[in-house]
């Protein structure tokens, strides 16, 4: 079982210990930050939206003090540029709050075994960014590769 640290309501952190660890739980950016240094957990579940410290600063400070940690956004923002952001500042999971709960967990096992994931709706709008801005075709590139 791992361990994990939350920036969540309550309810949350209750349905999360029926599967999990659960060795925090705060309310705001900084405090998050200690009780991560404090009790070392194996993933973060955090949200970019909070006081004192927003969820994208306080990942990069988490990466850069335990670089081995697993960082979950559990958040309402799916626009593009705020899940780059997270995934830049070090984010392996994003998941929307709208989310059901047996796919959090499912997000949850999957980074502690190293995997990425990103929750249906960024995912979709990632692809459509992708494939509306292709430039020459890749056939013509590989082709003078390959000769």
């Known amino acids: 079982m791992k361990r994990i640290t939350l920036l969540l309501a309550d309810g949350l952190v209750h349905m999360l210990r029926r599967d999990f660890d659960v060795v925090g739980a705060a309310h705001d950016g900084r405090t ?40 979950l956004f559990l958040t309402m923002h799916s626009d593009f540029p705020l899940v780059g952001e997270a995934f830049r500042a070090g984010a392996s999971v994003f998941v929307l709050k709208t989310c059901d709960p047996s796919e959090l967990v499912r997000a949850i096992q999957s980074i502690a075994k190293g995997s990425t994931y990103i929750t249906p709706q960024p995912a979709e709008d990632l692809l459509s960014i992708l494939m ?14 390959v000769d």
């Open 132 to 145: 509306t801005t292709r430039s020459e075709p890749v056939a013509q590139d590989l082709t003078a590769v």
């Open 32 to 71: 998050m930050i200690e009780i991560a240094k404090e009790q070392r957990p194996d993933v973060i579940v955090t949200d970019i939206s909070m006081p004192n410290l927003n969820g994208i600063d306080a990942a990069r400070m988490l990466r850069q003090d335990i670089p081995s940690i697993k960082i």
